[in-house]
């Protein structure tokens, strides 16, 4: 019922700029207390990148903070994560996260605090 859709990955140089999108349906967006997007790198365990809450509030995890950028369209059922100055390090699988709950404190890096996850773009990033 609930579907979460990334795209705008693909293969771009170090110092490109790049935006991902999380397209969001089968409840409206106002529906999800928190959003988030999450990376999995090629041999690592997938990792918090940044959270939105309903409210607008952000956080991003401190490898990419002042690079990247998560916002929302209301009217699209969309958010964004807007990344700047790319490094090869960044290379990985983007994965879109939602939940019901406003997610405090700590809680809204943990992956395992959300109910519904995108199929994932492929962020590749060469030097």
């Known amino acids: 019922q609930v579907q979460l859709v990334e795209s705008g990955g693909g293969l771009v140089q170090a110092g490109d700029s790049l935006r991902l999108s999380c397209a969001v349906s089968g409840l409206p967006f106002s529906s999800f207390g928190t959003m988030g997007w999450f990376r999995q790198a090629p041999g690592k365990e997938r990792e918090f990148v940044s959270a939105?809450?309903?409210?607008?509030?952000?956080v991003y995890v401190d490898s990419v903070k002042g690079r990247f950028t998560f916002s929302r369209d209301n009217a699209k059922n969309t958010v964004y994560l807007e990344i700047d100055s790319l490094k090869p390090e960044d290379t990985a699988i983007y994965y879109c996260?939602?939940?019901?709950?406003?997610?405090?404190?700590?809680?809204?890096?943990?992956?395992?605090?959300?109910?519904?996850w995108g199929q994932g773009t492929q962020v590749t990033v060469s030097s």
């Open positions: 996260a939602a939940v019901s709950r406003t997610l405090l404190g700590g809680l809204w890096v943990r992956d395992n605090e959300y109910d519904y």
């Open positions: 939105i809450r309903r409210s607008g509030n952000l």
